[in-house]
């Protein structure tokens, strides 16, 4: 499936999505791409996103510039991480491994999806930038340990857990394309985990919610498993304030302001529009990350400004690695980084520190589309 691409082919982050849509099977690119319900989340997304204007400050010296930043007390590159992205040997035969090697290459951040497409322990071995796991919640308790413990030991140095989809949203542009996941391609992590026991329904039940939903985790378990763990927890896909503040209150160090890309749940905030709230009811020293829609480094910036401390970069990692493997994904994040410096050298900011709206416009920044450096 990897082409060879040259720079002229792929200057921005949205080239890279037109080149997968040439090079990706019909159903595998609609899968990826598509959203949930009638996509009017997927769309907001962008659209909440492209609203905000900068406002930008003139002569500064910005010649000790830097986009280094601390998450967690991890020296980060840039406020930029790649998000957990599930079975990404579907877009390229070597997956989260080339993955793996761009993030280090770069010096970008990695969050190690439960549904990988090799285990934690071999993605492990490739990433030298900072690297986190992702947990999807699985029904027996011990097994979800047995997770956590195997990334503990191999180097993992926090731990993800996504709340926002215990069920896929209405993905009906994956059906009309008749996804499938292809063969040969698995879970390779969940393969030992015991079976789920089998449910028999009743009329009168609901395949949902006696169903599914049975197995979903609540606050109680995650509080639980909060406590398993040395490692520093943080919950993604938290859109309500009330829940940031839930999160912090159960030991969480961190939460991710997330739909899941539009994946979900249709019709809810875009994560760029509830972020300076979650961050208001979370206080400044709350680790808060966010994702959805973010393509450019004016999309890095804006998110920084409203409260984030660094982003997730979702589709775009797939779609680089789909059109050019470690290649790919690694010019894909150099083009991220390097445009954030564009920004933050025109705006007048120096460092990830000054990207803020200043309190003295903050009364008129709360219409929400507007930024005051
Ligand atoms: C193909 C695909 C697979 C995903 N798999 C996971 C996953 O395994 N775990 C998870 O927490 N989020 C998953 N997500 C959601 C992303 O982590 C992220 O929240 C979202 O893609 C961000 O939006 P963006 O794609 O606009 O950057 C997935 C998203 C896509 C597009
Ligand atoms: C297999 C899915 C649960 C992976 C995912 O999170 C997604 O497709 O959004």
Redo the contacts with the bound molecule.
Sequence with gaps: MTTSITPIDALCVADYQRLAKDVLPHDIYE??FGGGGDEITLKH?RTALDAIQLWPRVLNDVTHGTTMTSILGEFWRSPIML????FQCMAHEEGEIATARAASALEIGMIV???ASHTVESISEKLTSPKWF?L?WQLDRDFNVELVRRAEKSGYSAL?V?VDSAIHGIRNRAQRANFVLPDGITAVNLINRPPLPSNAFTPDQSIIFQGMMSEAPTWKDIAWLIKQTSLPVLI?GILHPADAIKAKSIGAKGVVV?N??G?TLDCVPSAIDVLPVIRQSVGGEFTVLM????QRGTDVFKAVALGANAV?????Q?YALAVAGAAGVAHMLRILREELEVAMSLAGTATIEDIKVSPAYTNIVSSGCVTYL
């Design positions: 899968y990826i997304n998000a957990p992205v599930a999806s439960t549904l992702q999807y993800v996504t993604k997330s899941h890309g994946r994702d959805g829609g973010v997730l970069i979702g589709r775009p797939v």
